[in-house]
């Protein structure tokens, strides 16, 4: 039985949320997976009363420090080792747990990732966030999406190498086509770091296309498209506000592609992204999660532990850096 450690605290709308998320997810997946609610344990346990939840799907473990969106990362894993965010992460190093789940502070949960579980690569430099995220065609993974910000361009390269391996494994892509997202196709465009990793990626053996511009990213261009955390994040909110003003002024089309949209765009339904290239399933969720969302992560990380992503990608990376 694979069991996913949930921060209780995590979030704009903890705890209430969710343990909601919590319960729906469980209910709606008997018998699948487990959940390990870290929060206070009284709060944790009257939210579940309330709820009227008393079944042995979800279980809680006491961990009553709260961390504060705007912590610094490393500060929280140095002085709040009993945090619901690092609690979750120590869980799954000790082995009680398969998988990671915080829409709490995302700086700590990935500093908390990386320190605690460690890199599938010792070659590997820093982890960032692979999302899944709609197009005009399919979904395409987008790298990083918000876990690092100034990279190198070898940086840059690490990350389309990842990226590319979470869409195979995952996304079920053969031979993913990579890019770079800049301000214009040719090839010395953008920033030096940017016309840099173009000629790393060049000489690679992923399959790189070249650069796209965020027009190609809607129109499902690409099924790889790599930038900085700082650019990632800028597009990743971007898409999700596009996706609710159009709610807002038009609501759900009552159209096989309406509701295809509505189901496709809604963050909620992806619940939560991965990080990559960890020895271990760590789930940053957004911070504005309701209980959908947060159902939705914790059906992602099972999904994620059951098929074994985090070792595929640990595997398929520690082979792209030896060759």
Not at 193 to 221: C, H, P, T
Request: charged residues 20%.
């Amino acid at each position: 039985m694979i069991r996913i450690a949930l921060d209780a605290l995590g979030g704009d709308h903890a705890p209430d949320m969710v343990i909601d998320g919590a319960v729906r997810a469980v209910k709606a997946n008997e018998g699948k997976f487990q959940v390990v609610l870290c929060g206070p344990k009284t709060e944790v346990e009257e939210g579940l009363k309330k709820l009227g939840y008393n079944g042995d799907a979800i279980s809680v473990v006491d961990a009553p420090d709260f961390v504060a969106m705007d912590e610094h990362p490393t500060e929280v894993l140095r002085k709040k080792p009993n945090s619901g965010l690092v609690t979750c992460v120590g869980l799954q190093k000790k082995g009680l747990v398969q998988a990671s789940v915080s829409a709490g502070n995302s700086g700590a949960m990935m500093a908390s990732c990386l320190m605690l579980l460690g890199r599938s690569s010792e070659n590997f430099a820093r982890p960032p966030i692979g999302c899944a995220i709609p197009t005009g065609k399919n979904r395409a993974v987008l790298v990083d999406a918000g876990a690092n910000v100034d990279e190198k361009a070898s940086v840059l390269v690490d990350f389309a190498i990842a990226g590319s391996v979470f869409a195979e494994c995952y996304l079920g892509y053969e031979k993913p086509k990579v890019a770079l997202l800049n301000m214009g196709e040719e090839e010395k465009k953008g920033p030096a770091v940017i016309q840099e990793a173009y000629q790393l990626l060049k000489n690679s053996s992923l399959n790189f296309i070249g650069n796209v511009e965020g027009r190609d990213l809607i129109a499902g261009e690409v099924d790889v498209v790599v930038c900085s955390g700082y650019t990632g994040n800028v597009v990743l909110k971007m898409l999700e506000g596009f996706y609710e003003l159009h709610q807002e002024l038009f609501g759900t089309i009552d159209t096989p592609a309406g509701h295809r949209f509505a189901q496709m765009w809604d963050y909620r339904s992806t619940g939560g992204a991965l990080l990559l290239g960890l020895n271990g399933t760590g789930i940053i969720a957004h911070g504005r999660s309701d209980a959908k969302a947060i159902e939705q992560a914790v059906i992602a990380a099972y999904q994620y532990a059951e098929s074994k992503v985090a070792e595929k990608v640990g595997q398929k990376l520690a082979e792209y850096k030896q060759s």
